[in-house]
């Protein structure tokens, strides 16, 4: 029991790396929340509209990350190795493939929106227009398109100073643009201060903005202290990155990002699966998933931190200390996220009562909110195992652990329950989310094993 638990000075190392972090983040969910709620205020359409292009913005946002996670594993050793140049090579990569991604991703949304958004279209119980939704939607995704090129680069430059150790930046300049986003929401999807009401419009106008802000401010930064970050010294004098290291990004991250397209996917795709059972379900997924991603954030960074931490130390070469360091790791990302789950559940009756909704929406997101907390100590030990391969450049085993089980066992499950038994949504729903008990067993065999063990840049 007591290789679970670390001393202070552990506690106050992983708090350094995850506080900021989990502010940052805790911040953007929750102001995302609140325009969530605005949005809701207008109807249960225009929030379902919003909500289905969200799921596809999504995607894209987990290729993106998938994009920059290969370097960022590689940048995060090359920090504790003190080697800037492979620092420098690792961020122009990430700049180089994130935009890629982003010229792909934009073609699809642009040419196929319909479709991708009547596939969540579908009658059920209660009342609901389908035709105005996908308006709804098509007009929200319109301008949220503008805002594609600087999350990507945002995610790149932010990525890579959490790797060398500097977490405030990113975390101001994401305060900064959430209160940018939440301002102009209410001056746009309301039409205050002698503004335009532009409803859903206004809303990823706002969003969209924030995302320039953002961008802004960590892109700024990063250049102007380039004594503490050599690595932004001659950054875009050249954008050549020497193909042995190009293999051995490609080698270590195409996996993560061939896993985070598929997982991103398989997310949407049991959306699509649950919304089957009508658009009051799509509805009330969106108010859970709302409230969940505030709470997420301790798991989410606790995960970040297991692989920043555990990166460095392997990069240093102590491979006894980061076995050691990863138990109590593991072991603190648990009790963290009971706590948020118990108060998830705690909170479920109250929170879907705000939106002007449904009472049959708002019933199916109480029980959704409480599974999802029960279910929340299940998500802290996952993250914190993909973390924890990934960071050692198991990127092969990590795509087997997340994407592979999500698809081989979690979707072939939501989708038979969903469409060929007669299980209420509710049951599906928690189902779904316990049966990840088997990938917590998968991923404990993984961690003892001890195959992530290697330092991958030692010279």
Known sequence: MNSLIGDRQFYKKVLMVAVP????????????????IMVGQIGTEPMSGVAIVNQ???????CIFGAVAGAGILGAQFYGSGNHEGVRNALRFKIISAGVLTAICAVILVMFNEPLISAFLHEG???GDLAATLAYGKEYLKFMLIGLVPFALTQAYSGTLRETGQTIVPMVSGIIAVFVNLFFNYVLIFGHFGAPELG???????????????????MTWTHKHTKEHPFAVGMYRNFHVPMPLVRQILRVGAPLLVNEVLWSVGMT??????????LEVVAAINISNTLGNVFNVVGIAMG????????????????????????KMLAFSVMCCMATGLVMFLIAP???????????VKELATWFIRIAGMAAPIFGFVNATYFTLRSGGKTGITFVFDSGYMWVLTIPLVFCLSRFTSLSIVAVFFICQFSDLVKVAIGAYLIKKGSW???MVVK
């Open 21 to 36: 972090i989990m502010i940052q983040n805790g911040i953007t969910n929750f102001v995302n929340m609140l325009d969530n």
């Open 56 to 62: 596809l913005i999504f995607v894209f946002n987990l």
């Open 125 to 127: 119980e209660g009342q």
């Open 200 to 218: 859903v419009a206004g809303a990823a106008i706002a969003t969209s903005m924030s995302r320039f802000v953002e961008m802004g401010i960590v």
């Open 269 to 278: 795709m049991m959306t699509q699966c649950y919304s089957v059972r009508g």
């Open 304 to 327: 970040n931190a297991t692989g920043i931490i555990i990166g460095q130390i392997l990069g240093a070469g102590d491979l006894k200390r980061a076995k050691d360091e990863d138990k």
């Open 350 to 360: 109250v929170f879907p009562q705000i939106y002007n909704t449904d009472p049959m």
């Open 453 to 455: 063990l290697q330092n």
